[in-house]
């Protein structure tokens, strides 16, 4: 599986940004694609997954209500709309995927398949 993450930028607080993940490759009866990030001096951190097959989704807590995971099954590619951003929200924004999954982990160690990162800074 090959991940491609895409969207990431420089904006003002308070702006928005869509994040793209397209994937390629072998592809599972049922898997998960999350959005994780970095941001410098901390862990690595889970955003925001779905559940490919049934389009439920599930957030951390910091991005409930401003951030939407979304999907385009014909286009193999899941989408991270971002709104009200805050500095807390600059980091390295990666797509994974947890194959043969039924449920959305958030810990790392669940998703095998990592994309290279896409930079999100958030200027105050």
């Known amino acids: 599986v090959q991940l491609q993450a895409s969207g990431g930028g420089l904006v003002q607080a308070g702006g928005s940004l869509r994040l793209s993940c397209a994937s390629s490759?072998?592809?599972?009866?049922?898997?998960?694609m999350a959005w994780f990030r970095q941001a410098p001096g901390k862990e690595r951190e889970f955003v925001a997954g779905?559940?490919?097959?049934?389009?439920?989704?599930g957030y951390t807590d910091s991005v409930k209500g401003r951030f939407s995971i979304s999907k385009d099954s014909a286009e193999s590619t899941a989408y991270l709309q971002m709104n009200s951003l805050e500095p807390e929200d600059t980091a390295i924004y990666l797509c994974?995927?947890?194959?043969?999954?039924?449920?959305?982990?958030?810990?790392?160690?669940?998703?095998?398949?990592w994309g290279q990162g896409t930079l999100v800074t958030v200027s105050s």
């Open positions: 779905i559940i490919w097959r049934n389009g439920n989704t």
């Open positions: 994974a995927v947890a194959p043969n999954s039924a449920g959305i982990g958030r810990s790392e160690d669940r998703y095998l398949y």
């Open positions: 490759g072998r592809t599972f009866s049922s898997y998960v």
